[in-house]
């Protein structure tokens, strides 16, 4: 199997591809084609970690390049007999399969006798696949930080490209929306003000980026400026989806009040985990899972550095526990 390789830019994972590599031409043995992967979202074609809201389709797309001076061909056979879609948490762990995912899983690298050849010629790239929504084939309940698996197989071969992808409250990913709607040469004097030595951002300027950080921070969305792109990315967020200690209907809550820190992981903040919050109605059922489940769990004695875990207090944000700063005293 071939690993995946990618490059990175900072904080940011540049855009999402596999390096090329070599495939037998069809009717030829000989290793001679280079071909790169590639996956992205619709609704952010050239983003290589995009932001949707919660709820929001997630409609991804993917191409092969043909990057070498030859035509190169290879099989079409459907795209879910070559192609297996994994939707993965922080831990590596898949999401859950709605029906129609298993349905289509259960194809892959099933090609029931058709295998077809593709073509594609030198230098081009073939982006005839995908279109399909990742929302309708796995069980995406709960914001945090995704990563999108698309396996393809060919002549034998399987490869991999992966995909960050932030799923973001409805309001956290409106405010991200709003932060970058500023002129974007502006907000560049503001984050880069030594690109610019003639020139200084206007107090508007940076009123407009400090409330909407502000805002996305109290949802416990943290973001940087990325100079090239010219737009404010999402590098961090306090929400632990897949955590096996918190379970979803445990953080539903009415008010702040209703809302308890727990760890969100077997270290927590104090030993180099994460933390998150929930329901004060569910903390026995929390402690006994946690016993049941970390009790031989190893931690290193280091204070985390994760957001969720830096001057945060429990909130009840659209219905269930996350996180917020709290209000400073005057």
Known sequence: MLSP???????????????????????????????????????????????????EKMIFNFELKNTSSKPQTVRHCGFWPNHRVRLLADDETELTLT???????????DCGGKNAPWTIPAGETDNTEGGYDLTTLFE???????TLAVDWRDHGQTSSVRLPIWVLPKAAKQALDRLNSWDPEELDVA??????????????????????????????????????????????????????????????CSSDADCVAVKADCCGCTAGGRGTSIAKTKLELYKTRFAEQCSSVACVAVMSSHASCIGVVPACRDGFCAFRHPTPKK
């Open 191 to 252: 984050q880069r003000p030594g690109a610019y030595p003639q020139r200084a951002a206007s107090g508007e300027t940076n009123g407009w980026i400090s409330s909407n950080q502000e805002f996305l921070n109290d949802y416990g969305v943290y973001v940087a400026w990325d100079g090239p792109a010219r737009k404010f990315k999402v590098v961090s967020s306090i929400y632990a989806p897949n955590s096996r200690l918190v379970k979803r209907d445990e953080q539903r």
């Open 5 to 55: 390789i990618f490059r990175q830019l900072g904080f940011l994972l540049v855009f999402s591809t596999v390096s090329a590599f070599s495939i037998g031409a069809v009717g030829d043995s000989a290793k001679t084609a280079n071909l790169s992967l590639h996956v992205t979202l619709a609704s952010a074609p050239g983003d290589p970690a995009p932001a949707v809201a919660l709820g």
């Open 140 to 146: 995406i309940s709960d914001p945090g930080r995704y």
């Open 99 to 109: 029906e129609k995912g298993r349905t289509t899983r259960s194809v892959w690298g």
